[in-house]
């Protein structure tokens, strides 16, 4: 904290009379004063190390650690290669900074290359990746040459000795050229290909198909694919910044930074301003809860200063929100996650009403902290919320309006969907859970399952 | 001279016949072909679906939401209520006790029954378009040992404390399809191997369906405790 330096950032709203159609609590409430600049750092701090395996000892039990290091012996001394597109930034940079020591802790040594490119790889790649997600795209014979051009001149660039290969997303995907018998590799796929452009994964899918193995991130992100293909759930780090434990000072800090009473409820959203994540309608479905309960709305996300969408999306937010000065909305810059982890935990509960999601990560946050959370029946949370037994799914913002309404009325009903949720993460989204799966992998690939 | 001295050894501080060695089994999902919009696409995936996808909505989702006291006990269950909107195949689906049913194929069968016999008396609910896709997987297993062994019943208790819950699955759950019993390893090596017949019943009879698996550890500990306490049966 002792590096924190003051930033512009959100213009303050002063607070205006609040309208009586949409005032609930019958007493005049005492709001603590909100600083006019939410605290935010001008350069992101230096990344965390990953914690040794046996920190997570006092999270997951011993039990579970033991058996990890178990379900290790069989694959102890073999040798990995993970190969993406970028060393740092994304989330799959941010996955194998984690992993790739743990997997080393339990003898599995893993190297990690990055492929490199030219601008035109790049763009043809981020084309490609749109284009895998449903984006209208034609593709050309020149992109073709230049993705391969690109990818022949890594493959002769690297080397592939190791026992298993892991190959993530389509970047670096025809490097399956280098396939041989020595070794098995593995397509990891993080992104949805639920609806992807015929041309481009028409072009992909025969390189595709000469891995031993894919792995996806959501049963709906799959394929009709001749290889087996894995369910991966993407995973928190319960001991990273953005969802280990806070001391308590830590968080009350920060409500008071933002100008967050903790005498009252609270409802959070923490998302990019994106419209995907339907930040008007959380506004607007909060405006219809607080006509029946009171309560205060903060929708923590960034992306408007990097991302002219964002920009406008967050003016749209700003101009629905109105005056009301119980909605306080926070563009934070990436690297806020203590903040974020601190407003997660001072939330009654988090939405995250999204229209389309990939994975929802934010809701698996939530759900650690053991907050109750509505959430969009998109993507692949449904996969962590459990309609009324580990939160609740809306469709829409009537929905969302009732579930704000019901679940602050029955604070009982709502614990039990935080405990349940708190429960499902830790053991289907941890780090130690991706931990055992990809042991497991390895021990399938290379020396076949021995069924029960 | 051997059997005056087992004899004024109270039961349960015997040496087992054999040691009971803890196992885990630890599971890697696989997507398969198979997957449903529609009751009617269910029921054909239903009868489709390979074993290991059976096993993988029944048995081991159990474990994997083995924290959830009430209102889930299997994954069509749960899709035929949230996704379909159709209760009365949810409660008729969620009614399938998993430890009634020592092979896959005889599973099956009761769920195909169940969905064929409700799509007969409402044939408007087959075609109708659920709210998500079900979509089948399946399991990969590894069977994995434990530090844990067990040769008297003291130390079976500890044992039964400290491994995972992925244990308590496998010895107490899975094991019936090992087994092809009406019971589970535990209660096997008591009534076996320790000659404690009526533990191993009080432990057979624990309900898995009212509790989460962590109660189903406790309840296994007080019977063991009990057994202690009393010296025997």
């Given amino acids: ?452 | 001279m051997a059997e005056t001295m087992t004899a004024s050894v109270p039961e349960t501080q015997r040496t087992a016949a054999k040691a009971f060695y803890f196992n885990t089994a630890a599971h890697l999902m696989r997507i398969t072909r198979q997957k449903a919009n529609t009751l009617a696409e269910f029921l054909a995936a239903l009868n489709e679906c390979p074993e290991d996808s059976i096993f993988q909505h029944s048995f081991r989702t159990l474990q994997e939401h083995h924290f959830i006291r009430q209102g889930f006990s299997n994954d069509f269950a749960q899709w035929a209520l949230s996704s379909c909107k159709e209760p009365r195949l949810g409660e008729q689906l969620s009614g399938v006790d998993v430890r009634e049913f020592t092979s896959i194929a005889d599973l099956r069968q009761r769920f195909i029954s169940i969905v064929s016999d409700f799509l007969q008396t409402n044939p408007d609910a087959g075609a109708k378009a659920a709210q998500e896709t079900f979509y089948f997987c399946a399991s990969d297993v590894v069977v994995i040992p434990t530090h844990f062994v067990a040769n008297t019943m003291h130390e079976f208790g500890e044992g039964i404390r400290s491994v995972s819950i992925h244990s308590i699955h496998h010895h107490f759950i899975e094991a019936r399809l090992r087994l092809k019993l009406m019971s589970n390893d535990f209660s096997q090596w008591l009534h076996e191997d320790m000659g404690l017949t009526a533990t191993a019943r009080a432990v057979n009879q624990i309900d898995i369906y009212t509790g989460t698996l962590e109660d189903v550890r406790n309840q296994i500990v007080r019977i063991v405790e009990r057994a202690l306490t009393m010296g025997g049966d």
């Fill in chain 1, 1 to 452: 904290m002792a590096t924190a330096k003051e930033m512009v950032n959100a213009p303050f709203q002063e607070p205006a009379v609040k309208p009586e159609s949409v005032a609930a609590a019958p007493l005049p409430i005492a709001r603590p004063e909100r600083r006019k600049t939410p605290r935010t750092w001008e350069t992101p701090p230096a990344p965390v190390p990953p914690a040794p395996l046996d920190h997570y000892r006092s999270i997951v039990g011993d039990a579970d650690i033991e058996e990890l290091r178990f379900l290790a012996r069989d694959v102890a001394g073999k040798t990995v290669k993970m190969v993406n597109s970028t060393a740092v930034g994304g989330g799959v940079a941010e996955i194998l900074n984690r992993l790739i020591p743990l997997l080393g802790e339990l003898e599995v040594k893993t190297h990690w290359d990055v492929i490199t490119g030219g601008n035109d790889f790049f763009e043809v790649t981020k084309a490609f990746h749109n284009a895998l997600h449903g984006a209208p795209y034609e593709l050309t014979r020149e992109a073709q040459e230049v993705f391969l051009m690109h990818n022949e001149q890594n493959r002769q660039r690297m080397e592939f000795n190791e026992d298993v290969v892991v190959i993530h997303d389509p970047q670096p995907a025809a490097l399956i050229r280098s396939k041989s018998d020595k070794n098995r590799w593995v397509w990891r796929c993080h992104i949805d290909l639920s609806n992807p452009n015929p041309q481009v994964w028409g072009f992909l899918r025969p390189f595709v198909e000469q891995f031993d193995a894919a792995i996806f991130s959501s049963q709906s992100f799959a394929r009709q694919l001749p290889i087996p293909q894995y369910l991966f759930y993407p995973c928190i780090d319960p001991l990273s910044e953005k969802n280990k434990d806070l001391d308590e000072t830590f968080v009350q800090k920060v409500c008071d930074e933002f100008g967050v009473d903790r005498k009252r409820p609270i409802v959070t959203q923490v998302s990019r301003f994106d419209r995907l994540k339907d930040p008007v309608g959380v506004v607007q479905a909060f405006k219809m809860a607080k006509k029946y309960v009171d309560c205060q709305l903060v929708l923590a996300g960034g992306g408007a200063s990097d991302d002219p969408e964002g920009a406008i999306v967050l003016k749209e937010v700003r101009e629905v929100a109105g005056d009301d000065p119980d909605i306080i909305i926070l563009d934070l810059p990436p690297w806020c996650a203590l903040e974020i982890n601190a407003l997660q935990r001072a939330s009654t509960l988090i939405i995250q009403k999204s229209i389309k999601e990939g994975f929802g990560l934010t809701v698996t946050e939530a759900l650690w902290k053991g907050k109750p959370t509505i959430a969009g029946a998109v993507g692949g949370i449904p996969n962590q919320v459990i309609d009324k037994l580990t939160g609740a799914l809306v469709h829409s913002v009537e929905g969302c309006a009732y579930q704000i309404r019901y679940l602050l009325t029955h604070p009982d009903f709502a614990d039990q969907l935080g405990r349940n949720g708190h429960e499902h993460v830790k053991e289907n989204f941890l780090m130690t859970t991706n931990i055992r799966r990809w042991l497991l992998l390895f021990r399938i690939l290379l020396h076949g399952s021995g069924k029960a």
